[in-house]
């Protein structure tokens, strides 16, 4: 089990004091949430707040102790095959339809959702961002994204979104879940808590958060200001990848994702609730939290993972393999290898492989690559991509090492070489992604990106002595 308390979370923090109360101009919530862990991907568990809340043997009893209602949140079709079925059953003091009223349209104008194709917005070309400024915007977790690229189509239920969010501001009293999509969160800057129906999740940089589609959530924050990148997951939800020939060990290993023990709230206070559904935002009034599940059994459950557990396997002779080989995640798209989204790691690690350029090699792919840094360098761009920045290489288009890094893989004395303090990933997929009016007009391009290879110079040499 893990454990993990905190005494102060703030609304809008100002200042952590070294005794970590939290000074402001506007007040302080105090707490005492308790972070407990449950181990395991994709297993069936089952967690209880109060003593004999959760039925034994059967999920629908006549009457429920405690006077609870029985519900259950399906994240498949009833009908999906037993390996792929998803649902959990829910024991909460309201059933969901206390907890939605009618419903208005609302704007949040930055998150798009596809199809975002722009006349005049070319997505086709090599295009890197510096990090988009972390400043105090009075925005929360859903209000401060910013959508960068969309594939896809989120009717069809198919394709992606990845976003950028930065917030100041907790969600007080706001709640938010998502018909459309289940979330990836990556955090770059700042810890967030997420208060979920199912349990509480805290994440800093250097770990990350699945949130399932349907379930209601909200977002505290514990530092002053916070960033990070999202991949909206219109399509199948997020399995770990098969790891062929390379066995039953490596990547990411099942018991490092951690799901949260059940939390509820017994609270009639007034709050707002934004639901997100077919690209479209509404929002409705509520007379009380929606955080009342006392306990709960089932395989659909948001969870939190620790990157720095997993364990990349490489060659250790020659040659570089196909990045896939460091898949976390992957999100399937009907045809076997040929992924609707995968989220991919680069961290620390060593290279060994003898008579071998180590870095990435220059290519053109059929996945659309989206790549973020949250701590250190990249091997293949050693200047230029720092913390908080974006790439993107759309499909068909070459990219490959900067001049730079070409040079020095090319010329260094090939002894096995630690990788370290470095930490990036991309949101890959099948599919083309389209830049948002956002990302083309607002978001801080690099417009010089493509000079990083303006300095390679040909070495071609066809005499007999350049066949070295």
């Known amino acids: ?69 029985a519900e259950q949140l399906s994240g498949t079709p009833f009908t999906a095959p037993r390996a792929r079925n998803e649902r959990t059953w829910c024991y909460r003091i309201y059933p969901s339809v206390k907890h939605l009223n009618k419903l208005e349209k609302i704007s949040l104008p930055y998150w798009k959702s596809a199809p975002c194709i722009t006349d005049d917005v070319i997505s086709l070309g090599q295009y890197r961002w510096d990090p988009i400024p972390a400043t105090k915007t ?41 018909a459309d999509s289940e979330l990836l ?17 805290e994440i800093a940089p250097g770990e990350v958060a699945l949130i399932p589609r349907g379930l209601v959530f909200s977002v505290l924050l514990r530092d002053e200001i916070c960033r990070g990148f999202v991949c909206e997951n219109y399509g199948q939800k997020f399995i770990l990848p098969n790891r062929g020939p390379i066995g039953a060990n490596c990547l990411a290993n099942s018991r490092d994702f951690k799901v949260p023990h059940a ?42 993972y620790d990157l720095r557990n997993f364990s990349p396997v490489s060659a250790v002779l020659f040659d570089h393999p196909d990045p896939s080989i460091y898949t ?23 290279n060994v492989a003898e008579n071998t350029f180590r870095p990435p090699w220059y290519h053109k792919n059929v996945m659309s690559e989206m790549m973020g840094n949250i701590v250190g360098k990249y091997d293949a761009k050693p200047t230029g991509f720092v913390p908080g920045g974006i790439s993107l290489h759309n499909m068909m288009l070459p990219h490959g090492p900067d001049k730079d890094a070409f040079e020095g893989a090319s010329n260094i004395d090939l002894k096995p070489q630690k990788l370290e303090s470095t930490l990036t990933f991309m949101f890959e997929s099948r599919f083309p992604q389209h830049l948002t009016e956002f990302a083309a007009k607002e978001a801080p391009l690099q417009d010089n990106y493509t000079d990083c290879w303006a300095g390679l110079v040909k070495k071609f040499d066809g005499t007999p002595e350049g066949n070295w």
């Open 185 to 201: 969160v990556v955090p770059q800057l700042g810890r967030l808590v997420f208060k979920t129906e199912l349990g509480l999740i």
């Open 263 to 304: 939390y509820f709230e017994d609270k009639e206070e007034e709050g707002n609730l934004m639901v997100k559904w077919c690209g479209s935002f509404h929002s409705c009034r509520l007379s009380r939290s929606p955080f009342d599940i006392v306990a709960w059994h089932g395989n659909y459950a948001p969870w939190k």
């Open 1 to 69: 089990m893990m454990f993990l308390y905190i005494t102060y979370i703030k609304y809008q923090v100002e200042i952590i004091m070294p005794d970590g109360s939290v000074k402001s101009k506007n007040k302080s919530l105090e707490t005492n949430l308790k972070f407990k862990y449950m181990p395991g991907f994709g297993n069936d568990f089952e967690t209880q707040a109060l003593p004999g809340a959760l039925p034994q043997g059967m999920n629908s009893p006549q009457k429920c102790d405690y006077g609870l209602y």
């Open 328 to 350: 976390v995640l992957t999100s399937p798209s009907g045809i076997e290898g040929t992924a609707n989204i995968d989220f991919i790691l680069f961290r620390d690690r060593w």
């Open 138 to 178: 009075g925005d929360t977790f859903i209000t401060g994204m910013r959508t960068i690229t969309t594939t896809g189509d989120v009717n069809m239920q198919t394709g992606m979104a990845s976003h950028v969010y930065v917030c100041n501001k907790s969600m007080d009293k706001d709640y938010f879940y998502s």
